[in-house]
């Protein structure tokens, strides 16, 4: 893997409503006409139009992902993508991995060069976040590396202990450079 490939991530702890990209992942449900944590923050934050728009795609299966307009929020799309709800939707590890490369696709067809992922499915969904966190980057990096013109990843995770694992995860991966 390039070393440049880990140069586009950046791990930071915030709300992931307020940041300036051209995409915002939200971790969905599969109705994806909004809920609790990260969804009813990025749904609130867009405003009504972006509850329109879900309704008429009309839900998004486990492990798959949509995108609509950003409305009132600072980025122009929004990723929607359905995470698993840990060690009960089939093979948890799987689907999550099914989502951020089915984000990342929707990313790259959709000419989205710095998106920003919250920690899917580590709310209510509980997964465990080391777990979460390795499939994250395992996922994503292979793709920075492939399309040069993916300029810009961010990790927004909320809580320190979450960025804090985030930020571990990623030096491990780095040490040998
Ligand atoms: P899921 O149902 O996929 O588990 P949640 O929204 O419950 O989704 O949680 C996913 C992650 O998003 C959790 O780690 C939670 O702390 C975090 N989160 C909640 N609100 C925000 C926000 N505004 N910005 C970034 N992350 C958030």
Partial sequence: ????????????????????????????????????????????????ELLAECRIIGGCPTGEARITKGYNLRAKFVIHTVGPVYGKSGNSAELLK???????????????????????????????????????LGTTIPFLDQYSFF????????????TRVYKDCMQNLTNHF
């Avoid at 696709?105 to 060069?113: F, P, T």
């Avoid at 300029?151 to 979450?162: C, N, Q, R």
């Fill in 151 to 162: 300029k810009k990843l961010i990790f927004i995770l909320f809580s320190d202990g979450d």
């Fill in 1 to 48: 893997m390039d070393k440049n490939a880990y140069n586009k991530i950046s791990i930071k702890q915030g709300d992931i409503t307020e940041l300036a990209v051209d995409a915002i992942v939200n971790a969905a449900n599969s109705s994806l006409l909004g809920g609790g944590g990260v969804d009813g923050a990025i749904h609130r934050a867009a405003g009504s």
């Fill in 98 to 136: 099914r989502c951020y490369e089915n984000s990342m696709k929707i990313a790259i067809d959709n000419h989205i060069s710095t998106i920003a992922f919250p920690a899917i499915s580590c709310g209510v969904y509980g997964y465990p976040i080391q777990e979460a966190c390795e499939i994250a």
